[in-house]
């Protein structure tokens, strides 16, 4: 496994006195790594990357970025290599036009006209949507306002890119642009952090799975271990990936040999079963 490039120890944030959000929550994120955080609506998961970003400032614990502990002197480089990607676009989107809107963070960073534009024009390319570079965001689709913040993130080099319920609201075309997007980000050495109500996107995609309830971290492993634990996923109201329940399924009826590893795409699968006929 990679270096660890971003660490929380014992973070506990609370909004109001009623209730802590999170609980002494602890993790490493190495780098290079898709990790996928699961777990229900309140569970804890934006609060907790509000506070490794630099957004939120947790009440008590520390975070590290490459081994640096991150104080007010920090914030800023922490800011700038951890960028995030909110579930609702238009809460992200603030300028008149693509252009300006992805110029936005370079020009923040001090960067000169030249790098800017560079920038601009190299993230709205890696995004396929450089043609909308003088059109309004507020009046692009779901999925083009989408892959603009994206664009956001890419254009200030984040070596870590966070995103808090991508595929909410996209159709399945969009979904399948964005699984692209992600998986050439991993191919070019970006970190990223995902979390999601997808549990077939997650078992799919997935290096490593951690799971949040009620403000607590639950489970933290490869996503095969976390996702046949029927009380973790009891706990977490989470429900077994449908490939790896048909896997399941398949071994107890010695259809699929106990050996076998389980598959994690429908290629995978396809390939087994063909693999097992032949046998």
């Known amino acids: 496994m990679n270096d660890v490039i971003l660490k929380a120890e014992n973070i506990h944030y609370s909004y109001d006195s009623e209730k802590e959000a999170l609980k002494g929550v602890s993790l490493d994120i190495h780098e290079k790594e898709r990790l996928v955080i699961l777990g229900a609506n309140g569970s804890g998961k934006s609060t907790f990357f509000l506070n490794i970003n630099g957004v939120l400032k947790p009440e008590s614990g520390e975070v590290y970025y490459k081994d640096k ?5 920090g914030i800023k480089e ?8 909110f579930q609702d676009a238009d809460n992200q989107i603030i300028a008149s036009s693509v252009r300006a809107e992805v110029s936005f963070g370079p020009m923040n960073l001090g960067l000169d006209k030249e790098e800017v534009k560079k920038r601009v024009d190299d993230a709205l390319n890696y995004m396929n949507i450089h043609h909308l570079i003088d059109r309004p965001p507020h009046y692009l689709s779901g999925g083009e306002k989408k892959r603009v913040s994206i664009a956001d993130i890419i254009a200030m080099d984040s070596k870590i890119i966070i995103f808090d ?3 909410a609201s996209l159709d399945p075309k969009n ?6 997007a992600l998986d050439k980000m991993s191919s070019d050495g970006k970190t990223l952090v ?3 109500h997808d549990i077939e996107f997650a078992y799919r995609f997935a290096d490593r799975i951690v799971v949040f309830c009620d403000g607590n971290i639950i489970a933290d492993g490869k996503p095969v271990d976390v996702l046949i634990d029927s009380k973790v996923l009891k706990m977490a109201n989470l429900k077994k990936p449908i490939l790896l329940d048909v896997f399941d399924t398949l071994v107890e ?13 429908v290629e995978e699968f396809r390939d087994l079963i063909i693999s097992q006929a032949k046998a």
């Open 175 to 180: 979904v399948a642009i964005f699984e692209d």
């Open 253 to 265: 009826n010695s259809i699929v040999k106990k050996d076998c590893v389980p598959v994690r795409s």
């Open 78 to 85: 922490l800011r700038k290599n951890v960028g995030i990607v």
């Open 194 to 196: 995902i979390s999601t």
């Open 69 to 73: 502990l991150i104080d007010k002197s």
């Open 165 to 167: 319920e991508p595929t």
